[in-house]
């Protein structure tokens, strides 16, 4: 993904990484540290990451609904769409295990971004052959 995001949707869509990233009630360093890295390629001010990282985690806790969060990526391009799932993998998969909370969250948010399950699935077959 070449493009950059403004401010304001690199919020929604950290804080859908931060979502999955909590949804095993178990938000590790690892996964903190995946979602660092997604807003610092995104940014070109290195200061405003961790603002963004803790305006994120803010909206996430406050919110309870995942569709404020995909509308952002649903109308954007397929490459953008697989960047996205990338990271939501990257994520689920940190900790080396795919609980069924996780797995279903995934195909919600395929869904909601008309995004193919099968495509979801390949990614997520090639970021377990990167981990190996």
Do not use: P
């Not at 859908?16 to 178990?26: F, M, N, T």
């Not at 769409?81 to 990257?90: C, G, T, V």
């Amino acid at each position: 993904m070449n493009k950059k995001i403004n401010t304001e949707n690199l919020i929604g869509i950290s804080a859908l990484l931060v979502h999955a990233a909590r949804i095993d009630e178990h938000y590790s360093e690892k996964e903190r540290k995946i979602i660092i890295h997604f807003i610092e390629k995104q940014t070109d001010n290195g200061k405003e990451v961790i603002n963004i990282l803790n305006k994120a985690e803010e909206l996430e806790s406050n919110s309870n609904q995942l569709l404020s969060f995909t509308k952002i990526i649903k109308k954007d391009s397929l490459d953008f769409k697989s960047a996205i799932i990338k990271e939501l993998w990257k994520i689920i998969i940190s900790d080396t295990n795919c609980d069924e909370f996780e797995l279903s969250l995934m195909r919600r948010i395929c869904g909601l971004i008309y995004f193919s399950d099968k495509l979801s699935g390949e990614i997520k077959l090639s970021i377990l052959k990167d981990t190996k």
